[in-house]
T-cell receptor, first 111, second 115 residues
């Protein structure tokens, strides 16, 4: 049973616009969430994280929003750049041990 | 934000050699650090929990003699893959828990390729 879901397998956005990647989870006890970016033929790169005590975390062009009541996580990239084209995975965990990953969303930023 | 640095980010070695991966918390103290392994198209798998000044706690199925973990200081944990084999090729990621805030921060990972 998938505890973390990314319902959009792909997303295309024009360069300069906002990219919004969504993630839903089922376990209300999850207390830590991550976003990873992965380019083809490379390992995942940690992007940004958020703990359940916060509802927003910002790092440069990347902002993660957490809505605990809706069990929903989103990643905003503003402005989107062609180099952001990659597969993005969200993940959730209990106490930072076992992480549950979504199936990924492939983002394409069109120049 | 807090930074966890992993080194090397990519290492290639011959079968039978040992490889050491370092995980450093650059601007916070981490009493506890975690080591993960990521298989293709799968979730991160927790390998072990490393506590400063004491022995690491290994997850079931992880060979402690093969994956040596040392957490000698509050800012450094090392993972040594001993007598590496091609099946050990993977992406290894560490995380550190800030002793003061409890927040968890991840390194960017180390890709190991064993020829």
């Amino acid at each position: 049973d998938q505890q973390v879901k990314q319902n959009s397998p792909s997303l295309s956005v024009q360069e300069g616009r906002i990219s919004i990647l969504n993630c839903d989870y089922t376990n209300s006890m999850f207390d830590y969430f991550l976003w990873y970016k992965k380019y083809p033929a490379e390992g995942p790169t940690f992007l940004i994280s958020i703990s359940s005590i916060k509802d927003k975390n910002e790092d440069g062009r990347f902002t993660v929003f957490l809505n605990k009541s809706a069990k929903h996580l989103s990643l905003h990239i503003v402005p989107s750049q062609p180099g952001d084209s990659a597969v993005y995975f969200c993940a959730a965990s209990l106490t930072g041990n076992q992480f549950y990953f979504g199936t990924g969303t492939s983002l394409t930023v069109i120049p | 934000g807090a930074v966890v640095s992993q080194h090397p980010s990519w290492v290639i070695c011959k079968s039978g050699t040992s490889v050491k991966i370092e995980c450093r918390s650059l601007d916070f103290q981490a009493t506890t650090m975690f080591w993960y392994r990521q298989f293709p198209k799968q979730s991160l798998m927790l390998m072990a929990t490393s506590n400063e000044g004491s022995k690491a706690t290994y997850e079931q199925g992880v060979e402690k003699d093969k994956f040596l973990i040392n957490h000698a200081s509050l800012t450094l944990s090392t993972l040594t893959v001993t007598s590496a084999h091609p099946e050990d090729s993977s992406f290894y990621i560490c995380s550190g828990r800030d002793t003061n805030t409890g927040e968890l921060f991840f390194g960017e990972g180390s890709r190991l390729t064993v020829l």
